[in-house]
């Protein structure tokens, strides 16, 4: 570990101001190495804040951090992160690490944009510099009756839970994969698999979220401004950084995805639909119907008023019946 790693773990641990001097005796190296290390932080992005004779600092900013994030994750989770600048899209990054023999999983994936970023049916998914979160994970897979549609509901939740608690914007979910905040995406989750050429079978799982957190809007291509939103203005009300909201959605997630396919969530997922109760129109590869949502059953599936369940498909336009 380089010399301005180990500053950085000892100044996320104290949390105080730290003295050159003891920053130098803690890792057993000269005060020049001390400072070197600091300007290469802050040359990182790394806010630190210096003051003459006082020490040194670490300020929680807006630049993404394996450390920080590891701050406040649980310390039970034993994860793996790739953090970069940009990206063509985190879930093709862990498409090509499942297929690396020498990998660890869990591995997370984050990038502060993307180049490629992509959400169901191939279709674009805006990935501007300044603030979004974007993040895949890459689980390995050996239950051959893997459910991706409870899987993303369940992924939906943990996003959920995660924004009420820590930026206190109510959130609703339009089924499946989209949360919702004052009307608008705010969220969007992509759960593939990786099959084994010769079984068939999925080994792995990757789920995408992608969450407009700090994202100006006015970044947004023009033709999605009016269904797009952002998290913006309850983030900077909230004060919380993207490092501390990361750490508690990956607990979240995995909170709930060691029993997923119980289901103890789904009346939570129930309570937050925005489906449930109104007309809807679907498209389900590229047919499209009409029908009256009555629930969403504990599988994930939609259920109409006429009895027919479905497992897939994309509600595109939602009709109020109030």
């Known amino acids: ?66 450390a920080s994030i590891r701050r406040f994750l649980n310390p039970e989770l034993d994860l793996n992160f790739e953090i970069y600048d940009t990206i063509d899209s985190t ?35 805006a990935s501007p510099v300044g603030g979004g979160i974007y993040i895949s994970i890459l689980l390995d897979n050996d239950d051959p009756d893997f459910n991706p549609g409870l899987l993303t509901t369940a992924t939906a939740i943990a996003v959920t839970r ?18 919702l905040v004052d009307g608008k995406k705010i969220v969007g989750i992509l759960t593939e698999g990786v099959a084994d050429l010769e079984t068939q079978l999925i080994k792995h799982v990757i789920v995408g979220t992608g969450i407009n957190y700090l994202t100006d809007p006015s970044k947004f291509p023009e033709e999605i401004r009016q269904r797009a939103g952002s998290l913006r203005r309850y983030t900077l009300d909230s004060g919380v950084s993207r490092n501390t909201f990361i750490a508690n959605y990956l607990n979240e997630f995995f909170s709930l995805y060691q029993n997923y396919k119980a289901a103890s969530f789904m009346d939570e997922y129930r309570a937050h639909s925005n489906t449930i109760g109104k007309d809807v129109t679907i498209n389900r590869s ?34 109020s019946t109030d």
Request: net charge positive; hydrophobic share 35%.
């Open 1 to 66: 570990m380089k010399t301005s790693e180990k500053v950085l773990q000892l100044l996320l641990k104290k949390q105080a101001f730290l003295s050159g001097q003891e920053l130098a005796d803690e890792l057993n190296v000269s005060r020049t190495a001390v400072w070197k290390a600091i300007q290469s932080l802050q040359e990182e992005g790394y806010q630190i804040e210096s003051k003459p004779r006082i020490g040194y600092r670490y300020i929680e900013g807006l630049k993404l951090s394996e």
């Open 91 to 125: 879930n093709n990054r862990c498409s090509q690490k499942a297929m690396d023999p020498e990998k660890k999983t869990p591995l997370v994936v984050i990038s502060d944009s993307q180049k490629a970023g992509h959400g169901r049916y191939g279709r674009p998914f």
């Open 162 to 179: 995660t924004i009420e608690k820590l930026v206190h914007a109510r959130c609703e979910i339009k089924w499946v994969n989209d949360v």
């Open 286 to 319: 590229g047919q499209t119907s009409e029908g009256h949502v009555a629930t969403i059953d504990n599988q994930g599936r939609l259920v109409l008023s006429s009895g027919e369940t479905l497992a897939s498909g994309e509600v595109t336009k939602i009709i």
